[in-house]
T-cell receptor, first 119, second 112 residues
Framework: AQKVTQAQTEISVVEKEDVTLDCVYE???????LFWYKQPPSGELVFLIR??????QNEISGRYSWNFQKSTSSFNFTITASQVVDSAVYFC????????????????FGQGTILTVHP | AAGVIQSPRHLIKEKRETATLKCYPI?????VYWYQQGPGQDPQFLIS???????DKGSIPDRFSAQQFSDYHSELNMSSLELGDSALYFC???????????FGPGTRLTVL
């Protein structure tokens, strides 16, 4: 069965510090998708990034960057020069095929990391 | 850009009552997913629909049922509500069964 582990329950940093959120996953499939979502205090889930299992290229988007390493089954997320508005719960998620191999939709989430950025 | 719409946003029910949550996907999205998020928990997958057919099922109680209609909106019906059903219920939509899921704002259900 698939599993996602976010070992860091809570992280607290001061504004402008860099912070890395760890994500380790388990899956038996060779085809799967990895995601990061942000859940601010208002409660909605905001999509940040999606990677498929065949694309190990790291990605940078503004202050956000992601490091995907299949060898260690990790998909870590780094925020550079953190800001107070980055304070939220961050979820890493994995989707793999259903039993019939007809759908890749079901997301398995990690426990989430609560990030607090202090001014 | 249009987002997923969920209604109602807040719902308060008594034990043993029924509740219906509605989800309107992003235009041209044909897949809908339902998740339940308890306090301090991660979202748990309940059920999904692709082109109006159930595509996958998670840990959805037998007291719950859902369907996707011809206009692609979906409804989650919950009967014999229990205190433990109090949670944030998210709907997400996507195009096809492998697309990114975009989440709605959620419906906060409180069972008293």
């Amino acid at each position: 069965a698939q599993k996602v582990t976010q070992a860091q329950t809570e992280i607290s940093v001061v504004e402008k510090e860099d912070v890395t959120l760890d994500c380790v996953y388990e899956t038996r499939d060779t085809t799967y998708y990895l995601f990061w979502y942000k859940q601010p205090p208002s409660g909605e889930l905001v999509f940040l990034i999606r990677r498929n299992s065949f694309d190990e290229q790291n990605e940078i988007s503004g202050r956000y960057s992601w490091n995907f390493q299949k060898s260690t089954s990790s998909f870590n997320f780094t925020i550079t020069a953190s800001q107070v508005v980055d304070s939220a719960v961050y979820f890493c998620a994995l989707s793999e095929a259903n039993a019939g191999g007809t759908s890749y939709g079901k997301l398995t989430f990690g426990q989430g990391t609560i990030l607090t950025v202090h001014p | 850009a249009a987002g997923v719409i969920q209604s109602p946003r807040h719902l308060i029910k008594e034990k043993r009552e029924t509740a219906t949550l509605k989800c309107y996907p992003i235009p041209r999205h044909d897949t809908v997913y339902w998740y339940q998020q308890g306090p301090g928990q991660d979202p748990q997958f309940l059920i999904s629909f692709y082109e109006k057919m159930q595509s996958d099922k998670g840990s959805i109680p037998d007291r719950f049922s859902a369907q996707q209609f011809s206009d692609y909106h979906s409804e989650l019906n919950m009967s014999s509500l229990e205190l433990g059903d109090s949670a944030l219920y998210f709907c997400a939509s996507g195009r096809g069964s492998t697309d990114t899921q975009y989440f709605g704002p959620g419906t906060r259900l409180t069972v008293l």
